[in-house]
């Protein structure tokens, strides 16, 4: 999604804008452009393509101005243009403007703005912000940028994080928001913006995370903070603790690969403290256990890879608490009409904690009078905000546009709540819950050991490199893991994947198999094992490539399988955790043999912070 900065200080803006620019490229953009203050006036510098090639241009033009703002954009409305591209300007050009979200009501007030005489130069929703606040000068001379702001909000209808900045006011930059993050930091040599505290946390770790409706003005002196009415108001600071390195790639080639071995680490940071006198503690989600025992349905909703986690968390809380749960795509839940009760409780599942379906979907749950706990991996996000309880992955930041770290710290997560909910139900013993909880804990060690040795995984990679699809299949947990395997591999090597419950192979996907086609299954130790062998064989027998992901010791495997993948015996409940990382490696070894970019894959961004 879009990325903002902006800047106001002591030092020349347009580098630190360029900078702030650059660690928010792994969002995913199109496009990018700043506006800087100068003495002249405001000086807007846009272009197509890459931060790099930005400030390249940006190197032609003598920019000392010391406030500016920033943004890459990741089109909607409108293509990938410069004209598109923000900062968007008024008709006198003095007035610039970059926007993160949605205005959803953007045609009709262009159509008003056009008919009062205003010039749009451009297809976006975001200009009609620059022209609203250009006529507020327009009507009262004398209103200040902010207050502008202010009343050009109120015609808005939709989601946005706005940063605006004008000739009339040199060194001001105001901001808002409705839905979309603002972060907003102030140190010693300016204040600084952005829609991602990775952009600020270099110059401050106490930021303020502006909330909606609230605006701020910032100054090289500080920053001054209102409410929708222009009352003072005093937010509160938050300490960002993760390092800047998580944003350096540490030595890897790419952050994928650096997050993928971040994942033993994340599993023990997100079980840390979890366990107290052999009870697990939660008490972020601000429910007894009397109340938790009462919960009789549960939604997870999602989207992509978090949506996958609720199928793993799916078996799991039917498995061991006995409440039926349903696991929804977020997009499809918000426009349906779920049953919902008091004792529903909704699990919204979302790593950015800015999915916009997702967050939709919670809105419309608590609307309908149900409980939702957020698991996500932003501090302070959107969905951690609007949750009744969260429970945080300790993952660190995710750079990498592939979610990997992130899913491992939702599993966790997710069982964690399971095993809360089966011990609130009177499900699980504490001795069970003990038990239970050193297998989860020993999974850190599993995965390691997997990390450990790669080579099965890089020879099974050439297998596929060449192929023009593939064929994930899987039973139970594994028919769950096999999905998030297929959008691993699709979404970074651009190589079309599809997942089946492999006892589906016969009502169809079968046809698919010819001489060397690769079928990747999930064929890990499990009440299923010998049907999935089954399904193995059929594919065999028709040319299949079969590369499988066994339980260590399984010689018998290897009479069938072309590439086998060992990986530590696990409880099936933890199948997820350890059998997902070799798909992620497979993905990743594929994509970087076929040449795409794992970090930033075409078409793709970080969060969908749009429908
Ligand atoms: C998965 O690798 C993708 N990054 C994508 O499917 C992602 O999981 C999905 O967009 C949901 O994002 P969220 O977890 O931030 O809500």
């Known amino acids: 999604m879009c990325g903002i900065v902006g800047y106001t200080g002591e030092k020349a803006a347009a580098p630190v804008l360029l900078d702030g620019l650059a660690k928010l490229e792994y969002r995913g953009y199109d496009s990018a452009g700043i506006a800087v203050l100068e003495k002249e006036g405001l000086q807007v510098v846009r272009r197509r393509g890459k931060v790099a090639e930005l400030a390249h241009t940006v190197g032609h033009f003598d920019l000392t101005g010391t406030c500016g703002i920033g943004h890459t954009r990741w089109a909607t409305h409108g293509r990938p243009s410069e004209a598109n591209a923000h900062p968007h300007a008024s008709c006198a050009g003095d007035i610039a403007v970059v926007h993160n979200g949605i205005i959803e009501n953007f ?45 050009a909000c109120t015609r808005l209808v939709g989601s946005y994080g706005l940063a605006v900045t004008c000739e009339r006011e040199p060194g001001v930059i105001v901001v808002t928001r409705q839905d979309m993050p603002i972060i907003i930091g102030v140190a010693s040599d300016g204040a600084y913006v952005a829609s991602d505290a990775i952009a600020v946390i270099g110059a401050t770790r106490d930021v303020v995370l502006l909330a909606d409706q609230q605006y701020a003005k910032l100054t090289p002196e500080g920053a001054e903070y209102t409410d929708e009415r222009g009352r003072a108001i005093e937010p509160q600071l938050t300490h960002i603790s993760w390092d800047v390195d998580v944003a350096e790639k ?25 366990l107290i006198g052999g009870r697990l503690e939660i008490d972020e989600l601000d429910m007894t256990s009397e109340e938790l025992n009462l919960v009789d349905r549960v939604y997870v909703i999602a989207c992509g890879t978090s949506y996958h986690a609720g199928l793993i968390a799916k078996e799991l809380i039917e498995g061991w608490a006995r409440i039926p749960t349903e696991v929804e795509v977020a997009s499809e839940f918000r426009y349906r ?17 800015e ?29 951690a905000r609007e949750s009744d309880g969260v429970i945080y992955t300790k993952a660190n930041k995710e750079i990498a546009v592939a979610s990997t770290k992130s899913f491992l710290g939702q599993i966790v997560s997710l069982t964690l709540l399971a095993m809360l909910l089966a011990q609130a139900k009177g499900k699980l013993r504490m001795n069970q819950i003990r038990l239970l909880f050193r297998e989860l804990a020993d999974t850190a060690e599993q995965v390691e050991q997997i990390l450990a040795d790669t080579s099965d995984i890089q020879k099974a990679a050439t297998a596929c490199v060449d192929a023009t699809s593939a064929l994930f299949i899987g039973r ?34 079968i046809a698919l198999i010819e001489d060397g086609f690769p079928v990747i299954a999930i064929a890990t130790d499990s009440p299923v094992y010998d049907k999935v062998v089954s399904n193995l064989q059929e594919s065999k027998a028709r040319g299949a490539c079969i590369i499988v992901i066994a339980t260590e010791g399984n010689e018998h495997i290897r009479e069938l399988a072309d590439y086998v993948i060992y990986i530590p015996k696990v409880r099936d409940g933890f199948s997820a955790i350890t059998a997902t990382v070799p798909l992620q490696l497979l993905a990743r070894s594929i994509a970087v043999m076929r040449g795409c970019n794992v970090d930033q894959p075409r078409n793709l961004a970080k969060s969908v912070t749009v429908e």
């Open 476 to 509: 139970g947990m594994g028919a769950a893991i096999a999905k998030e395997g297929a959008l691993k591999l699709k979404e970074i090597s651009y190589l079309h994947a599809e997942a089946y419950a492999a006892g589906e192979m016969k009502h169809g996907p």
């Open 107 to 151: 045609a009709e007030l262009r159509e008003e703005l056009e008919g009062r005489g205003h010039v749009f130069r451009s297809e976006t929703d975001t200009e009609v912000v620059s022209h609203l606040i250009e006529e507020a000068y327009v009507a009262n001379p004398d209103i200040s940028l902010v207050e502008a702001l202010r009343l």
């Open 250 to 274: 540490g030595g890897y080639p790419d952050f994928m690969l650096k997050e993928i071995y971040e994942q033993p680490r994340v599993i023990r940071d997100t079980l840390a403290g979890r």
């Open 337 to 353: 009409n779920p049953i919902i009760t008091p004792t529903t409780l909704v699990v919204a599942v979302s790593q950015s904690g």
């Open 355 to 383: 999915t916009a379906d997702t967050l939709a979907a919670i809105r419309d749950a608590r609307i309908k009078g149900a409980r939702v706990f957020g698991i996500t991996n932003v501090l302070g996000s959107p969905v």
